[in-house]
């Protein structure tokens, strides 16, 4: 285990790419460490599978926040990844890169290496996009990424249609030229089968012989020397050793476990570690804070067609679907449950789509107890059209509660803490009953359910919108990455400020969250990260 030139922590969706690509030369040394198990279960391979995966300690770390007075007191649930493929294992495979603009604030503090014109080609180098290369979209790479244009439910098409009678124009390819307006997702899904990044990067890699993956390990700290990473202290089996590397350490656990393991090691707000007498490495107070996420929310309706509700929520219902796609791969199970979607302005002063929408043609007012209720939807004919804000400004942290790895961060989310987050979701959630009220859409709703036509002034939509809003799985920014010291963990090349040979390479290093899901991104970073990384050793 020692000797490796590299030690990955974290197989997620950037220690996946990482592992992949700084192994490809067949020399270089690579150690991934991952303190989950397995991706080779069946939930985690069939794509709708994933609502079982949701409350599963198996795969999943389930951390919860703090109640958050922007939630209405609520503790938010926040699954992530404990497995090979992180959360890219557990997602649901909606891939977006996010707006070009994004990529300009990236740029603007972090410099050229992850401005647009970088990240474009990178990306179209990493993708083999179903529907077809050309100047915007790749063909050939590790990634497959279907185009989601078959077996759609029904509902899809008078969604859409409804949509471009609200305002906004059909798009064929969200990750294309322009991002606004609405049409359907496409979908980390490769031949029925879940395409999370341990499948498309790290499974390959671990067939070469300088690649080694150890899983149920746990990473305590950095053992940091002299001012320079050179190993990490690990417990496999209740037993506790160092690894050491000669070469670099690679934080690549993700928002909450990348700031977690930092402040452990003695690298975050000194006050705080001081008091939990944990001796201090570096002091910087942006380890764990800046703490960016999207929060959306559903509204539901009761509708007089049928929706998935009616083929998954009987037992011949789940038979049916379920035969279908163990003998052809094929039908709901094989897809993601937000086929349709897009994203719009909440004001045309606004200088881009500023709100996701995500339409599923299922609903789940009534939750079964430990268990995203995907496979176990309502009684009735249900339709959901939920949104989620794409550059919310307010701003939570992660901080440890003791030296013990174990026990789970301080997660405070922080969410509608302003006024701007606010007053963008009050004007979101108007939009949404647009919408429902432009035909064909509206001749097929029966009646709105959630939050229900009682729910009419502004301060009752604010009201629901608190009480029901959560996280969508987006946690970013908490060890970001920047030029100036004074607001960033890590430099343009990834590097941790004041220590040597180590980085963080995931998406708590993004500088900014960028506006849609965030898996695609995140293996972004893994992608150009091998490049910075291997551009600094040569």
Known sequence: MDGADYIIVGSG???SVLAERLSADGRTKVLVIEAGGTDLRFFVHMPLGYGKLFYDPAVNWLYKTEPDPGLAGNRDHWPRGKILGGSSSINAMVYIRGHQSDYDDWEAIAGPDWGWEQVLPAYKAMEDTEAGGDAWRGKGGPLFISANRRGLHPLVEPYIAATEAAGLPRVEDFNGPEQEGVGTYQLTVKGGRRNSAARAFLRPAMKRPNVEVMTGTLVTRVVVEQGRAVGVEVVRGGERKVIRTAGEVILAGGAINSPQLLQLSGIGPGALLQGLGIPVL????NVGANLNDHQGLNYTYRMKVPTLNDELRPWWGKLKVGLQYLLTGTGPLSMSINQGGGFFRTDPSQPRPNMQLYFQAFSTLLPRVGERPILSPDPFSGMSIGLSNCRPTSRGHIR????????????????????????????AVKFIRKIAAQKPLADLIAEELRPGPDCRTDEQLIADFRARSGTVYHPSCTCRMGRDQATAVVDPALRVFGVEALRVCDASAFPTLI??????????M???GADVIRAGRH
């Open 400 to 427: 440890i509660r003791s030296r013990d790895p174990d026990q789970h961060p301080e997660i405070v989310a922080n969410a509608y803490s302003t006024n701007t987050d606010v007053e963008e979701m009050l004007a």
């Open 13 to 15: 969706s950037s220690g």
């Open 526 to 528: 893994g992608w150009r």
């Open 282 to 285: 570096r002091d910087n107070p």
């Open 515 to 524: 506006g849609g899901n965030t898996n695609a991104p995140a293996m972004l």
